[in-house]
């Protein structure tokens, strides 16, 4: 389904409700390396609502920092969608997803969620559409920007 009852808070201010499990109990997973971050309480999101900009030292500039699309750049899900890009069981990791998208000029959000069997993961979303269809037309895109190659619908 995509909906969970509960809600979360986004560090920072921005409310977050809402939950979805993938069918099947797939959890993608991407690489990054490890970055310290506090064990966030059940349902707790983390995003900062403010993009750092810039660049690390040594690394080409990235692609969406000049052009970020409107949807990526207002508070993720405030138009009730938004997209589900990376799932980790390390807060710190992504902590960093969401540190390395912002950088990039992509709002971001993550949130912990217990799945049965699973324990707790760290989601971590951007972007903010209208409804199912408007989220699932903008990935496509979304993926080719950021060079990766899964992402869902998630209702907030």
Do not use: C
Not at 20 to 33: K, T
Not at 103 to 126: C, E, H, I, N
């Amino acid at each position: 389904g995509d909906e969970l009852a509960g809600g979360s808070d986004l560090v920072g201010g921005d409310e977050l409700v809402g939950g979805d499990e993938l069918a099947g109990g797939n959890e993608p997973s991407a690489g990054a390396e490890s970055a310290a971050g506090d064990e966030l309480p059940g349902g707790q999101v983390v995003g900062s609502g403010e993009s750092s900009g810039g660049d690390m030292p040594g690394e080409p500039a990235a692609a969406g920092t000049v052009d970020t699309p409107q949807p990526y750049q207002v508070p993720v899900g405030q138009g009730g969608w938004a997209l589900h890009l990376y799932s980790f069981p390390d807060n710190g990791l992504a902590q960093a997803q969401v540190t390395d998208l912002e950088r990039r000029g992509y709002r971001a959000a993550m949130r912990a969620v217990d799945l049965p069997d699973k324990g707790r993961w760290y989601r971590v979303y951007v972007g903010s559409f209208a409804s199912r269809n408007e989220a699932l037309a903008a990935r496509s895109d979304l993926l080719e920007r950021i060079g990766t190659d899964w992402a869902m619908p998630f209702r907030f």
